[in-house]
């Protein structure tokens, strides 16, 4: 059984367990059900699902969850051949199954181990908590494996993380395990053995991370060789563990009094300075005295903050404009200085070819990156998303340009086939070096990936910086990357700090950065390293590539949770595309949806020392019974008086300020961590479960349970 929060994310689950049995030629059955009949008519399968079910390699059936599924579904089964896989995918959230209900799976899933037949039970389980996953385990004893999963769209395509309570009836050590699919369908990753012993405190093994862009054998090198070299340092606590811990799975161990994670790696722009912002990560610079010539000056800027430095980067990416280099030579073309050019370049060279499957240019579209698109297509133009004429002014003409631009591309030259898979990051790039577009806007891997194809791939394809609205502009990229951060609360501060110096070690880095490196490396050594540079020889190219790039952290209206800024931009750019949605916006009127909301994101004012001190007493100690006259107190003031300054300089009630500040917490704790929602709740000085839900569905527009569910 597995379950997940997102459909989509086990469709394609689904879709790759039906797909180990097609190897083998066995039948294959996909069986949706849900309560409601509108829930049927909503589901959407992913593209290369649909063309299996179009060719009859797997059967759909899709019906409503009211009745027992065992006396349907064995008359199913008899059909089958032997060897078949079953997905029964049932669309709701296990908490909210009956008794009767929860019995009808258990009956299902033993029918289904009774015929021989391979089988994925899948429910709904945003953020299950261990407790519910064994109570599901008990409820399914026959099940081969029982999964809770949590599926998020990362940077790096499609994160793959179980929470499991068993795995074929043995014991899970640990909450989180990679997962991979082979010739036999899902199981747990082999670089997750079993934990040593926990009779002692210091027995627990301390997780460090290990790239998530490394993928296959590369990956299982590469962990390899960071476990002997981490075992070579007398620490023999440490344990690297590919995939753990990575970002979906950080704010509940950091929320936590105790964490067995040591070094985490992070690459979302912006997260390190807003995990600082809270407490939550330990300072590194005594760690890296030499620290400002140990990296380049760009990864230095994503990783101090405050004064302090909090995380010790590995490589700094940017995005770039790769183009077919044969097809621009041929039609006797020049890489494009701007963007008027590339999309005559894009409409010429598409027309000439008369290729159907040819695009103009492709681009990631996921929810994740839009708001990136938006500020490098705002930065072609020489000028920011905001201005500073007497505070931050929205820059209304330059993003209702940006989207224009973009819809053109989309909707009205149909140069662009938008790409929304769960692994769109690595999928682009697949379309783009399989010939089936002149222009790929996108992160700097892939001069790597053009590498590794040898002479005739470099031939074939080029590299040049993003294009501007005018030749004469100076635009800029988005800078981003992956970084070590070391969480405070880890179980072992001394063993973690050992083990990130030990990371950044300049021979262990130039050893893998040969054989593991991807542009462009944080470590400034590397760069004049000869063995680095014969193996990557674009290295050469990246001060100057990374001279023209932005990064997020250094925006300055950018303040607070970044994911924040992603999400608005996400679902407005979201709502601008006809080919999506028949009933999108114009463009203006998707620039004023981000200006709205972007507003209330912006950095405050600054206040005097008594409401400063307030606003931050406020902040750490959410937790806390928050009454004005206990804040009155503890900053020695009277109440009256704290309560008539505070409305005075901030515009709010201090009642209304910490409710804003408790729901604004809880929002990211929700959408970031597997914390219960009543623990949620209790964290933030709610007495009851009832009261917070009652508060933030007022704030929010939305229960708790369904504002989780949306992510």
């Known amino acids: 059984m597995l379950a997940g929060p997102a459909s989509t994310g086990k469709t394609w689950f689904s879709l790759q367990f039906l797909r180990a049995g097609q190897l083998r030629g066995a039948a294959a059955v996909y ?32 019906d409503r969850l009211n009745r027992a599924l065992a006396p349907w579904l064995g008359p199913v089964v008899d059909e089958l051949s032997p060897g078949a896989r079953v997905v029964l995918e049932l669309a709701v959230d296990v908490r909210e199954l009956s008794a009767r209900e929860l019995g009808w799976v258990a009956d299902a899933e033993r029918l289904l181990a009774d015929r021989g037949v391979t089988s994925l039970i899948t429910v709904r389980a945003a953020n299950a908590e261990p407790q519910l996953i064994e109570q599901l385990g008990r409820l399914t004893p026959g099940a081969s494996a029982m999964f809770a999963v949590e599926l998020r769209s990362s940077e790096w395509g499609l994160e793959r993380q179980l929470l499991t309570a068993s795995v ?24 997750a053995s079993a934990t040593p012993a926990r009779d002692e405190p210091d027995a627990a093994p301390l997780y460090i991370g290990a790239p998530p862009y490394l ?22 606590g440490l344990r690297a563990l590919h995939g753990r811990p990575f970002f979906s799975q950080l704010f509940s161990e950091l929320y936590a009094p105790r964490s067995d994670f040591g070094a985490v790696l992070v690459s979302e722009p912006g997260i390190v300075r807003h995990l600082a912002d809270k407490g939550l990560l330990m300072e590194l610079e005594d ?14 800027r994503r990783s101090i903050f405050f004064g302090h430095l909090y995380a010790a980067p590995q490589h700094v990416s940017l995005r770039l404009l790769f183009y077919r280099k044969d097809l621009l030579k041929k039609h006797g073309l020049k890489p494009p200085r701007t963007w008027s050019e590339l999309e005559s370049h894009a409409r010429y060279v598409v027309r000439a070819e008369r290729n159907p499957e040819l695009s103009g240019l492709l681009f990631e579209y996921r929810p994740a990156v839009r708001f990136g698109l938006l500020l490098e297509h705002v930065w072609a133009s020489g000028e920011d998303l905001y201005g500073e004429r007497g505070g931050f002014t929205f820059n209304a003409q330059r993003v209702t340009e940006a989207i224009a631009r973009l819809r053109r591309l989309v909707d009205e030259n149909k140069l662009t086939r938008l790409c929304m898979t769960p692994s769109e990051h690595w999928d682009v790039y697949q379309q783009f070096f399989a010939g089936k577009a002149v222009f790929l806007h996108h992160w700097s891997d892939g001069l790597r990936l053009i590498f590794e194809r040898g002479s005739e791939a470099r031939e074939r394809f ?12 100076r635009g800029y990229a988005l800078a981003a990357g992956v970084s070590y ?14 083990a990130v110096r030990r990371l950044m070690e300049p021979e262990f880095l130039a050893r893998n950065e040969i054989e593991f490196g991807w542009p462009f490396p944080a470590s400034t050594s590397l760069y004049d390293d000869a063995r680095v540079l014969a193996a990557h020889p674009y290295y050469a190219e990246g001060h100057d590539l990374l001279s023209q790039t932005r990064l997020l952290e250094e925006a300055p209206y950018i303040e607070g949770d970044p994911f924040e800024w992603s999400r608005i931009a996400a679902e407005a750019m979201g709502r601008a595309f006809k080919a999506l949605r028949p009933d999108a916006l114009e463009p203006d009127e998707v620039a004023a949806l981000m200006e709205r909301d972007f507003a209330r994101l912006l950095p405050k004012p600054s206040y005097s020392g008594l409401i400063t001190r307030a606003v931050e007493l406020v902040d750490r100690e ?16 009277s109440r009256p008086y704290l309560a008539a300054t505070f409305r005075r300089e901030t515009g709010h009630t201090l009642h209304d300020y910490v409710t804003e500040r408790r729901i604004t917490r809880a929002k990211e704790l929700l959408l970031h961590s597997e914390l219960g929602i009543g623990e949620i709740a209790s964290r933030l000085g709610f007495k009851t479960i009832f009261h917070f839900s009652r508060v933030f569905k007022e704030q929010a527009g939305a229960s708790p349970r369904k504002f989780r569910n949306q992510r």
């Open 462 to 473: 080029g590299w040049c910086v993003l294009p501007t609205v005018e030749a004469s502009q």
């Open 622 to 637: 959410l937790g806390e019974s928050l009454t004005g006259e206990l804040l009155a107190r503890r900053l020695g003031v």
């Open 168 to 191: 074929k009836g043995v014991a899970a050590p640990s909450r989180f395990y990679p997962l991979e699919l082979g010739p036999d369908g899902l199981s747990v990753s082999s670089d």
């Open 485 to 498: 951060v070391v969480p405070k609360n880890t179980r072992q501060p001394d063993l973690a700090r050992l």
């Open 287 to 300: 760690v890296f005295p030499e620290h400002n010539d140990l990296f380049v000056d760009k990864a230095l």
């Open 215 to 236: 993928q296959g054998e590369l990956k299982r090198l590469y962990v390899q060789r960071l476990r002997r070299h981490l075992a070579s340092s007398g620490a023999p």
């Open 31 to 62: 069986l949706h059900l849900a309560r409601e009949r509108n829930e049927r008519e909503a589901l959407h399968l992913p593209e290369p699902f649909a063309r299996m079910v179009a060719d009859g390699a797997i059967t759909v059936r899709r």
